[in-house]
């Protein structure tokens, strides 16, 4: 690894590689501390221009390795906007020519020291950062969700009323990063996921591992899943650790007798009284209360989030039922783990994936038979989906639309069966975002249930 200047105010003269919102948010941001920007895409756009103008930065429009090398040479510091793959060119022009890297991270801890709580991992993140925020805010301290959100962390900075930064911390930002310290970081689980972005499974675990690489012996907490063994391996050794888990694990934040309990024996609230308690609600609910009170939470407060959240949009949402069949948008789902955690929550289902594949093992699906009994299999991966529970259960391949898909799940649900939909895939094939193909479910599925004709 390049060593980089050893203080940010060093810096003159930055590349900011990729110009979608956290480009434009680092640019913006080392603009306003006086240094120079040049600003690179590979498929610009026009409010990429209006907005490198704007800013009034340069903006290298899709350059050759050549091009982009010559205008790198005389540059302080690269720093890549969270997606850029591991073999775009950028990085090994930042070797030959020991140009160092730094992420947005790197740039927000030299401009500002304000305490900062950190959520990665691969399925949960927005969920677990939006209670903690929720449970900061219920208790009064003034904290914002950032990072992986709309909010990149050199924006969330700006405001200087903020009391605590709860940070939502990718695969992508930590693994470019050079120093991250926060109070208390979460690692929630470990499950195969972006490797059309990471060189190897290794390096996105290595990039993963950076939220606790420099966490303070003395001060800093580790908050960890008592029953995910990437997580437990990457236990840091001299800072303390809290790990949570379900009931019947040996994790000190956990479930007994039905009731939440902190690792003191201290009850937060009855498993009955949440809102949703799928398993995965219940270790998220854990994680956030440990560490929304390490960083100085009331426990009524947090209590009080614990009974009232309901959950994000298409994270295994309720949508509707009719003739005793429920539906489910679990959209967000992109990798086969969190396809599995949701399915693992009902008893018999008729599910809806595929998509445009990571990169990943998608057969592992298949090991979801049962609850699983019926499989509508959807995009451009339809055929792996298929593949993945051949002979296990009926496979129903749709090439053509969500309202299609939709159909074909309602023919084959019965009285009792849960239609969830649950990808396992990214949604650019036939969508731009997951949010846009699960409100294309939820309106199919309103469609279905009014039937053919209905205004």
Not at 47 to 76: H, K, N, Q, T, Y
Not at 301 to 318: P, Y
Request: proline content about 6%.
């Amino acid at each position: 690894m390049i060593e980089p200047p050893s203080d940010v105010a060093e810096l003159t003269a930055v590349a900011v590689a990729g110009f979608a919102v956290t480009g434009r948010a680092v640019a913006a941001a080392l603009v306003a501390h006086g240094i120079h920007v040049l600003a690179l895409d590979d498929h610009p756009s026009p409010s990429m221009r209006a907005a490198a103008a704007s800013i009034g930065v340069e903006l290298l429009e899709a350059p050759d390795v050549e091009l982009l090398a010559a205008r790198l040479r005389d540059l302080d510091a690269i720093v890549p906007s969270p997606g850029i793959p591991d073999h775009h060119p950028v990085f090994e022009l930042s070797s030959d020519l020991s140009i160092p890297i730094l992420s947005e991270f790197d740039l927000a801890a030299a401009w500002d020291d304000r305490p900062i709580v950190a959520i990665t991992g691969t399925d949960g993140k927005t969920t677990v950062t939006t209670l903690i925020t929720e449970m900061l805010l219920a208790s009064g301290l003034r904290a914002v969700a950032c990072g992986n959100t709309d909010t990149p962390l050199v924006s969330a900075i700006t405001d200087p009323t903020l009391e605590v930064l709860v940070v939502e911390a990718s695969s992508f930002r930590l693994g470019h990063t050079q120093r991250f310290r926060p109070e208390v970081a979460v690692w929630l689980n470990f499950a195969p996921d972006h490797l059309d972005v990471h060189r190897s499974l290794a390096a996105y675990e290595g990039a993963k591992a950076r939220i606790w690489s420099d966490l303070d012996e003395d001060f800093g907490l580790a908050v960890a899943s008592a029953t995910d063994p990437v997580v437990l391996a990457n236990r840091p050794a001299m800072a303390r650790t809290i790990t949570f888990g379900p009931e019947g694990t040996d994790a000190d934040a956990t479930v007994v007798d039905g009731m939440l309990r902190l690792p003191d024996g201290t009850p937060l609230v009855p498993v009955a009284e949440l809102p949703r308690s799928f398993p995965h609600d219940i270790t998220n609910s854990l994680a956030a209360s440990v560490a929304a009170l390490a960083m100085g939470a009331d426990l009524d407060a947090v209590r009080s989030v614990l009974r009232s959240f309901t959950g994000l949009a298409h994270r295994v949402q309720f949508v509707a039922e009719h003739d005793g069949v429920r539906w489910f948008d679990d959209s967000k789902a992109t990798t086969a783990h969190a396809a599995l955690a949701a399915i693992a929550g009902f008893e018999s289902v008729v599910l809806i994936a595929g998509g445009r594949n990571k990169g990943l093992d998608l057969t592992v699906l298949g090991d979801a038979v049962p609850p699983v009994r019926a499989v509508i299999a959807i995009g451009e991966a339809a055929h792996l989906i298929s593949e993945a529970f051949a002979e296990r259960c009926p496979v129903v391949e749709i090439r053509t639309d969500m309202t299609d898909a939709v159909a074909a799940a309602g023919l084959h649900a019965r009285p009792g069966d849960v239609v969830l939909l649950s990808p396992g895939c990214a949604s650019f094939d036939w969508f731009g975002s997951y949010a846009q193909r699960g409100d294309a479910f939820v309106r199919a599925v309103h469609g279905f249930i009014a039937g053919p004709g209905a205004a």
